[in-house]
């Protein structure tokens, strides 16, 4: 557990960075410091680690007044994770994961094993060991940062926009990872962006912060979105709150239709094969593909996959309303597709049954 | 026959020559010119490193730091040959004078290359290495000098190359070191021009030089083998 008490950053030109922060980061959880740049979010990271030292107040960490350790020793306790990573270019990525069991006295032989051990834990292939950071592309960079970060196995994490820096596919992926990871090993967590989606995606808690550094408000993100405490938060959560909350909403068992399919490698479909001018494209697994128009021009003609209309998301049973609502929205036949774990096609919706399903909740 | 012989000794390329005939004295020359150019050097830097962090810790030292080692660098050798001793109240023909005052010089040169190599430190590897718990002095030498070196060895390349060059001009006051060949070729040259001392003299610097300049280089190499990795990516 962190807990913020009263903590105040003021420089000596009377600029107010934090402003009486107070805020608690329950143990095993993701707390996110989101806010527009001049809110102090990085301000407020650091001082828990005291890479910056408040001007008053206290940060704890459990039970312990964090000021009242040798700054480096608090610091090895605490893993940290900065944007564009901060590797040490001169190290391999081994020794760079190893950092901290070395600085905490840990021999040589096991330091390494355990980094290898976490090398492989954030997804990088056991080769990659004997490289050098600059070998590496910004996401994999990423990855060893992470692993750096939980060598000492600590139980606290503070994360500086790790993510920001990686384009948006790899980004996503990285989110993914994280939080699989934050699954298995319950770390207390940090974490500072300025991305509002992002903050909403990982945090259990996203507490906002207003220029000046004052918290503005601390909340689940399904609350957060829900009921914005001003003007402020609800301008920073964004136009779209709406729709984005529907991903904090199950959509339970919704019922869905049966939905014919053509194999992609079978004869053209004819009109009355599909509904509406529209058959869905299922691979041999029964996964669907995509979307053909039905059509008597082409019939008798094999189905390949150049022919098909890839728009629409796939929903997965038993996900958010957002993503069920999505598959509609994008879908060129106007049906959402659904699909089980394994990606099978269920069955499929209309965008009119997910509002009413929607309208009957509220 | 004698002025064919002579001719003959007296040609530029007669240097060789020139050289084995006064080996043993050439080669004390040679050692005396290889001491006073790297001595410097390693004096020069083991003051940069504390004056180059200086400069870079505290951002208003930086400036001053700078022209002053930028004005010691601009006086003339020969004027601290001859100022040194006196200053310091030193033998007159002491050999200390030349590598005093190169160290000067080499300090000069490298605290700037100090600085700017620590500075060109990736901002980001050392809020991380702080982050991780790294004390400030185990910091400084694990992380911030390593990743340095390369700016740092460039500029002893230079600086070591330079004193090879200087240590010449010491000779020509009467002190040992292969600038004593060029005070010779001059004294022989009173009559008719007489070059192998000369020529000897140009030929044994440039070797110094090459030869000092290729262990610097060897040890950058060794000491940065991450540069090469990236490299042949």
């Known amino acids: 557990m962190i807990r913020f008490d009263g903590a105040t950053k003021r420089y000596p030109d009377g600029t107010v960075a934090v402003d009486e922060l107070s805020l608690e980061a329950p143990s095993g959880q993701i707390t996110v410091l989101v806010g527009p740049s001049g809110c102090g979010k990085t301000t407020s990271l650091r001082m828990i680690n005291r890479m910056i030292e408040p001007t008053s107040g206290t940060i704890w960490l459990d039970d312990t007044d964090t000021a009242s350790l040798p700054a480096h020793e608090l610091r090895r306790q605490i893993g940290y994770v900065i944007q564009n990573a901060g590797l040490f270019p001169h190290r391999t990525i081994v020794d760079n994961v190893a950092t901290v069991p070395l600085l905490l006295g840990e021999d040589k032989t096991k330091a390494r094993a355990r980094a290898m051990e976490l090398i492989e834990r954030v997804g990088l292939d056991p080769a990659f060991a004997k490289r050098y950071p600059a070998q590496l592309s910004g996401g994999q960079q990423q990855r060893v940062g992470v692993a750096r970060a939980l060598a000492a196995d600590p139980p606290v994490m503070l994360m500086d926009e790790p993510f920001s820096a990686v384009d948006p596919v790899v980004r996503e992926q990285l989110q993914e990872e994280f939080l699989r990871l934050q699954n298995d090993l319950g770390k207390t967590i940090v974490f500072v962006t300025h991305d509002i989606d992002e903050a909403i995606k990982l945090g259990d808690q996203v507490a906002v912060l207003r220029v000046g550094g004052k918290l503005a408000q601390l909340a689940a993100p399904a609350d957060l979105l829900a009921r914005p405490v001003d003007a402020f938060v609800a301008g920073f959560v964004g136009r779209d709150r709406g729709y984005r909350a529907l991903g904090f909403t199950g959509a339970g068992t919704i019922d869905t239709h049966q939905e014919p399919s053509v194999a992609v490698g079978a004869a053209y479909p004819g009109h009355g094969a599909g509904i509406d001018g529209w058959i869905l494209a299922v691979d041999a697994d029964g996964k669907p593909q995509g979307w053909l128009p039905t059509g008597e021009e082409q019939r008798g003609d094999v189905v390949t996959d150049a022919m098909l209309y890839r728009g629409g998301t796939l929903a997965a049973q038993g996900g958010s309303l957002r993503a069920v609502l999505d598959a509609c929205l994008s879908s060129p036949s106007g049906r959402g597709v659904v699909v089980d774990d394994s990606g099978r096609l269920v069955g499929s919706v209309t965008a009119r049954e997910v509002l009413d399903l929607i309208e009957k909740r509220g | ?233």
């Open chain 2, 1 to 233: 026959m004698l002025t064919l012989l002579d001719s003959a000794s007296s040609s530029p390329w007669y240097f060789f020559g020139y050289f084995l005939d006064h080996r043993a004295t050439d080669l004390g020359w040679l050692w005396d010119h290889t001491w006073l150019s790297v001595v410097p050097v390693v004096v020069g830097l083991l003051l940069a490193l504390p004056l180059g962090w200086l400069a870079r810790r505290y951002s208003w030292a930086y400036p001053p730091m700078m022209s002053i080692t930028g004005l010691l660098y601009t006086i003339p050798s020969i004027a601290l040959f001859v100022l040194i001793p006196p200053l310091l109240g030193l033998d007159p023909l002491t050999p200390l004078q030349v590598p005093i005052a190169l160290s000067i010089y080499s300090t000069s040169l490298l605290v700037r290359v100090v600085a700017d190599g620590l500075g060109a430190v990736p901002t980001e590897t050392v809020q991380a290495a702080t982050a991780l718990g790294y004390r400030p002095l185990a910091r400084f030498f694990r992380v911030e000098l390593p990743i340095a070196v390369p700016v740092i060895t460039a500029g002893l390349r230079v600086a070591v190359v330079a004193n090879v060059s200087i240590v010449a001009v010491a000779g020509t006051i009467g002190l040992d070191n292969l600038g004593r060949l060029f005070d010779q070729g001059y004294t022989l040259s009173v009559t008719e021009p007489y070059y192998p001392p000369i020529v000897l003299g140009i030929v044994m610097c440039v070797l110094l030089a090459l030869v000092l300049d290729a262990i610097v280089l060897l040890v950058d190499r060794a000491l940065t083998p991450w540069r090469r990795a990236v490299r042949s990516r």
